[in-house]
């Protein structure tokens, strides 16, 4: 690729990422305010490793959680992940072990919290938590439903948050898809020779 | 009952006689005569889960505790798992199930608390063994969303159906396409928000087939601690609980049978709650 190319692709791409954080961090700032929680986060479950990473975070012990890494099998936002199923739970009576392991994935101990898997298709992509609502306020199954209606926004917006991620590493030279890259770089540094390659591809292009 | 097989496949006039029904149903059916008496003796009830904490009040005794893992291609079965619950989840199902039915058999299959990767295909190994062990109710109160599980999971449904296992299985409240609850040889259950164990309401809009208590619920969890939670998770035992109280009073229930009684004695037609 050229550099002005490149330069124009990695701009978007570099942009997009940004913009598709700040969706992320606006979500998890709208769910905080809507359910008049304490904090509220979201989790990207990193495949590779395994874990959950924090992605986003509002409110109580924010900035200093963003990439702060737990085994994805851990606690409550654990067993969202894998079981697919959202979890309200409130009133947590004196059980030293709930606490420590919330205190790890949340950076505080709450009373309660809502936890709700982040599902884009059939990928789980991660977990979306709100952290301690009033404690007055009865649970109620419209507030349910509305956070089922962030997490789709959420899963939409991690997802969006993954492509732009690969594409940077893809114009990075890294990942699966770099040699896409590299034969866009020497096509089009050689476009005038490069006639039977387009024609290769065209053909490629039609067998897939 | 005759010795000899029973017609399977077809029903020659004479062998009419020999596929009575060991009970007449009432002209009315009711809870009284449901399940009225009935404390789940003798009933096994699985949990496919997190793990129960063996010793918790609220759960009492745990029959066997089994883990499920998947070691490359090999299906690894721990007999007298050791770990108890990994998340509080799988004691809060079990402690629903036994406040309904006290004398229920619990067991537990732990087929989570390993990672993400490869959950799928344990939940998957942990309902095979499951239904191998041919359990009277297996409580699933977790999916997946994984489209190459749908198919083997679906077999794995049918197959507890006509083995007389009855599987009650957690519905999704997103939009989202998950296994196995929307399959019809499950039972599949959503809340509603009242706090009476003993109501519960048959949709006639499928596939969530019906509704238990599951909002606001008092759950036994880890470190014989309690919680009050909501969520699909915490509905779905309550619907084992009362299918393992029917089918301790009438042992011979079919789940198709034992759906119907459900349906019969639901708070929106015949049931009293």
């Known amino acids: ?208 | 009952m005759t010795e000899e097989p029973l017609p399977a496949w077809s029903l020659p006039t004479d062998a009419v006689e020999r596929i009575a029904l060991p009970e007449a149903w009432p002209g009315e059916v009711t809870r009284e005569w449901a399940w009225g008496g009935a404390t789940g003796a003798g009933v096994r009830v699985c949990i496919l889960d997190s793990g129960v904490e063996t010793d918790h009040p609220l759960v009492g005794r745990v029959q066997e505790s089994i883990a499920i893992s998947i070691d490359g291609e090999e299906v690894i079965v721990e007999e007298g798992d050791t770990a108890g619950d990994l998340c509080g989840h799988g004691t809060a199902c079990a402690g629903i199930v036994r406040s309904l039915a006290p004398e229920c058999e619990l067991s537990s299959v732990r087929v989570l608390g390993a990672g993400f990767t490869g959950s799928g295909a344990i939940l998957l190994e942990g309902l095979r063994w499951a239904v191998e062990q041919e359990y009277d109710v297996i409580n699933m109160s977790l999916s997946t969303t994984k489209q190459k599980f749908a198919s083997l999971l679906h077999e794995l449904a049918d197959t507890a159906y006509f083995r007389r296992t009855m599987l009650v299985a957690s519905a999704h409240n997103m939009p989202v396409e998950s296994y196995p609850w929307r399959f019809s040889s499950v039972i599949s259950v959503g809340s509603h928000d009242q706090s009476d164990p003993f109501a519960y309401y048959y949709n006639p809009a499928p596939p969530v087939e019906f509704f238990a208590r599951g909002v606001d619920v008092e759950v036994a969890w880890t470190g014989g601690g309690r919680l009050v939670c909501t969520g699909n998770s915490f509905a779905t035992p309550h619907i084992a609980g009362i299918a393992a109280l029917m089918l301790s009073k009438h042992r011979e229930l079919t789940p198709f049978q034992l759906k119907s009684l459900l349906y019969l004695t639901a708070s929106n037609v015949g049931g009293e709650s």
């Open chain 1, 1 to 208: 690729m050229n550099d002005e190319l490149h330069d124009a692709v990695a701009a978007g791409v570099l942009g997009a990422e940004k913009n598709y954080r700040e969706l992320l961090q606006s979500i998890v700032e709208v769910a905080r305010a809507i359910f008049h929680a304490k904090a509220s986060s979201i989790f990207l479950l990193d495949e590779e490793s395994d874990e959950l990473v924090f992605e986003a975070v509002a409110g109580e012990g924010s900035e200093s959680l963003i990439g702060r890494r737990f085994p994805s099998s851990n606690g409550i936002a654990g067993f969202v992940l894998v079981s697919r199923q959202p979890l309200v739970v409130e009133d947590v009576l004196e059980d030293p072990r709930f606490s420590r392991e919330t205190a790890e994935s949340t950076g505080f101990v709450p009373k309660g919290l809502m936890a709700v898997p982040l599902l884009h298709e059939e990928r789980v992509l991660g977990v979306l938590e709100v952290l301690d609502r009033p404690s007055d306020a009865r649970f109620t199954l419209a507030e349910m439903e509305l956070l089922g209606l962030f997490a789709n926004q959420a899963a939409i917006a991690l997802d969006l948050l993954q492509r732009a991620r690969r594409a940077q590493d893809t114009l990075a030279d890294r990942g699966d898809l770099a040699v896409l890259a590299r034969m866009a770089q020497k096509l089009e540094e050689g476009r005038e020779e490069a006639g039977d390659a387009f024609a290769f591809l065209a053909a490629l292009e039609k067998l897939l």
